[in-house]
C-alpha cells in the first residue's frame, strides 16, 4: 500500500479552481505535484506557490484532448518525480449554449476536452500504475451528468461519459488494485489564491464552498464561469448566480 506522501500526483486544470485548491491540498501530505493547464502561466503560478510553502511542483502547459500533449505531460513528470501513482484528472470547461442553435465544432469540443481528455490521461496513468499494481485515478464529473441540465447538453453529455468511463475502470482494474472514483461536485466555488502548502499560521488551509454551503445561504459562483480556454468562436453566455454543474 503506497502512502499518501509516497504519492506523485499529476492534477490537470491545476491553473485554478479544483484543480489549484488539490494541488495545495496535496502538497500539504508532503507529495509532489505535477500540474497541468492549457493556461501555462497560471500552472506555473500554481507550481510556484507549491514551492514557496517548501512543496516540490513542477509545471507544463497543454490540451488534455490532444494525445501528444498528454503524453508529453507524463513523460515530464516522470522525469521530473517518477510515474503518477495519483491522477486527478480535472481539467474542464463550461458555457451554456440552445441546443439546436450548437453547432458540431462545438459539441465535439466539449466532448474532447471532458471526455477524451479524462480517457487519454487515464489511460496514459494506467500503464505504469499497473506495472506498480498500486495508483489512484480521480475524474471530475458532474452532478449534471446524472441530471442533464438547461442548454448544457453537450456539458452534461460529457458528464455523463465520464461517469460511464470511471465506473468501467473500476470494473476492468478491481482486481489490480487501482482505483478510479469519479468526483461529481455541487456547484461550487474554490478559493485558493491565497492557500500554500504546509502552511504555517499566517497561512489559511484550502477550502471549497459546496453546493451544502449554498444551500445554508452563501451563493455560489455563477457557473459555468469559463469558456474554453483554447478560445471558442462564440462567446459564452453569462448564468444567473444559481445554476449548477
Ligand atoms: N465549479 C463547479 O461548480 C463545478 C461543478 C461540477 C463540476 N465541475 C468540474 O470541475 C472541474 C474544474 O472546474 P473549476 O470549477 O475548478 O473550473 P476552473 O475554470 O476554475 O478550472 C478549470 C481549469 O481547467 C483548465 N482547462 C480548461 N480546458 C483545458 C484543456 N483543454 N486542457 C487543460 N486544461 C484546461 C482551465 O484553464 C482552468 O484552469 C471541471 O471539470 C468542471 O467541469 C465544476
Avoid at 25 to 50: H, S, W, Y
Avoid at 162 to 188: D, Q, Y
Wanted: hydrophobic share 40%; glycine share 10%.
Amino acid at each position: 500500500m503506497i502512502e499518501m506522501q509516497d504519492h506523485i500526483a499529476v492534477i490537470t486544470g491545476a491553473g485554478s479552481g479544483f484543480g489549484e485548491a488539490t494541488a495545495y491540498r496535496l502538497a500539504r501530505e508532503g507529495m509532489p505535484i505535477f500540474c497541468q493547464d492549457i493556461n501555462e502561466e497560471n500552472a506555473q503560478r500554481t507550481a510556484a506557490k507549491v514551492r514557496e510553502g517548501n512543496g516540490r511542483a513542477e509545471a507544463i502547459g497543454g490540451d488534455v484532448a490532444s494525445e501528444a500533449d498528454v503524453k508529453a505531460m507524463f513523460a515530464a513528470c516522470r522525469s521530473a518525480f517518477g510515474d503518477c501513482t495519483l491522477l486527478f484528472a480535472n481539467a474542464g470547461y463550461a458555457r451554456l449554449s440552445p441546443f439546436v442553435e450548437m453547432s458540431v465544432e462545438e459539441f465535439d469540443r466539449m466532448v474532447a476536452v471532458l471526455l477524451r481528455g479524462v480517457f487519454l490521461c487515464d489511460r496514459e496513468a494506467l500503464g505504469p500504475m499497473l506495472e506498480k499494481g498500486e495508483g489512484v485515478i480521480i475524474n471530475t464529473a458532474s452532478q449534471l451528468g446524472h441530471k442533464g441540465a438547461n442548454e448544457m447538453a453537450h456539458y452534461a453529455a460529457a458528464k455523463a461519459g465520464v461517469i460511464g468511463l470511471t465506473k468501467s475502470l473500476a470494473l476492468e482494474f478491481r482486481a489490480a488494485a487501482c482505483g478510479s472514483t469519479p468526483s461529481a461536485p455541487a456547484p461550487a466555488t474554490p478559493r485558493s489564491s491565497t492557500t500554500s502548502p504546509r502552511s504555517g499560521s499566517r497561512r489559511r488551509p484550502p477550502s471549497c464552498r459546496s453546493g451544502a454551503s449554498a444551500k445554508r445561504g452563501r451563493s455560489p459562483r455563477p457557473w459555468p464561469s469559463s469558456p474554453d480556454p483554447a478560445g471558442p468562436s462564440t462567446p459564452a453566455r453569462p448564468l444567473g448566480p444559481t445554476r449548477a454543474t
